[in-house]
């Protein structure tokens, strides 16, 4: 069975700085997605980023990157310069090789001006 | 762009009404999922569909069908609404396989009363 773990119910980050939102996850599958997903108050949940679990290099799209550490089992979220649009809850998800996604409790984000 | 609308953004039903929330795709996605988010239980998948007509139950399925007689559309009924099915009810599609992430609608925040 896989299993998604955020460990951190909730996270502040100045505005313009960095932050690391934790995901772990665990599988006996070789083959895996791991993917994040942003949700803003308004409800909608939006697709951010994927890294496939073969995947040699670590996934980036724009000021969002995924800190894939493999042998730990861990894919954390890095969002670069932090914009107050950035507050919303952050859910960390895997899919196996066929089959429904596991998403994780998620993280919420707070950006302080 | 592709899209998953979902029916209604708002609703409010009695206790003991028939209620069809419905979810269509245009993407051709095989698969589709109903989710109830409540705060502090994260997400939970009621019911989720492989392809038209193909129908799994999720982790909270009683209370609740779907039909899923076109590719397109996936709906939930709730057979005689109680209040606590009370939620917001989010609908998702994707294609099937470990790297596709889950396109989602905009949510339904149902009211039973």
């Known amino acids: 069975a896989q299993k998604i773990t955020q460990t951190q119910p909730g996270m502040f980050v100045q505005e313009k700085e960095a932050v690391t939102l934790d995901c772990t996850y665990d599988t006996s599958d070789p083959s895996y997605g791991l993917f994040w997903y942003k949700q803003p108050s308004s409800g909608e949940m939006i697709f951010l980023i994927y890294?496939?679990?073969?995947?040699?290099q670590n996934a980036t799209e724009g000021r969002y990157s995924l800190n894939f550490q493999k042998a730990r089992k861990s894919a954390n979220l890095v969002i670069s310069a932090s914009q107050l649009g950035d507050s919303a809850m952050y859910f960390c998800a895997m899919r196996p090789p066929q089959g429904k996604s596991t998403f994780g409790d998620g993280t919420t984000l707070t950006v302080k001006p | 762009d592709v899209k998953v609308t979902q029916s209604s953004r708002y609703l409010v039903k009695r206790t003991g009404e028939k209620v069809f929330l419905e979810c269509v795709q245009d993407m051709d996605h095989e698969n589709m999922f109903w989710y109830r988010q409540d705060p502090g239980l994260g997400l939970r998948l009621i019911y989720f569909s492989y392809d038209v007509k193909m129908k799994e139950k999720g982790d909270i399925p009683e209370g609740y069908s779907v039909s899923r007689e076109k590719k397109e559309r996936f709906s939930l009924i709730l057979e005689s609404a109680s209040t606590n099915q009370t939620s917001m009810y989010l609908c998702?599609?994707?294609?099937?396989?470990?790297?596709?992430?889950?396109?989602f609608g905009s949510g339904t925040r149902l009211t039973v009363v």
């Open positions: 998702a599609s994707s294609l099937e396989g470990p790297n596709y992430g889950y396109t």
């Open positions: 890294q496939g679990s073969y995947d040699q």
